[in-house]
């Protein structure tokens, strides 16, 4: 045998009043505003050195740091391009690695 709250029991009593409850909407933020993509950066960086220096541990971390960044993506427009040449960089660096090492094991027999 429970007694009501002291506040009385009905829901006409209910001092959060769920009406006056606004969603968040987060305030605009500028692009130049917005903290540099270190990941986006990093993974730039190592598809280069993938690709230029033919090391194949490059293009591995810039598809890592390309999903990063994709994971952490602010701005849609910017960071997707960076995103994306990152991405042909690494692609293109392990695509040169593997190919030129099955050529140049097949040409020394």
């Known amino acids: 045998m429970s007694s009501p709250p002291a506040g009385g029991g009905g829901q006409g009593n209910d001092p959060r009043q769920p009406w006056t409850a606004k969603p968040y909407v987060p305030p605009p933020v500028s692009p130049q505003d917005l903290p540099f993509d270190y990941p986006g950066f990093i993974a730039v960086i190592f598809g280069i050195i993938g690709l230029m220096f033919r090391y194949k541990l490059g293009s591995w ?11 952490n993506m602010r701005n849609i427009e910017t960071d997707l391009k960076q995103i994306t040449m990152a991405f042909m960089f690494a692609i293109m660096g392990l695509v040169n690695n593997f190919m030129a090492s099955s050529r140049s094991s097949s040409t020394q027999r």
Do not use: E, K, V, Y
């Not at 971390?61 to 994971?71: H, K, N, R």
């Open 61 to 71: 971390l810039a598809i890592i740091f390309c999903a990063q960044a994709l994971a």
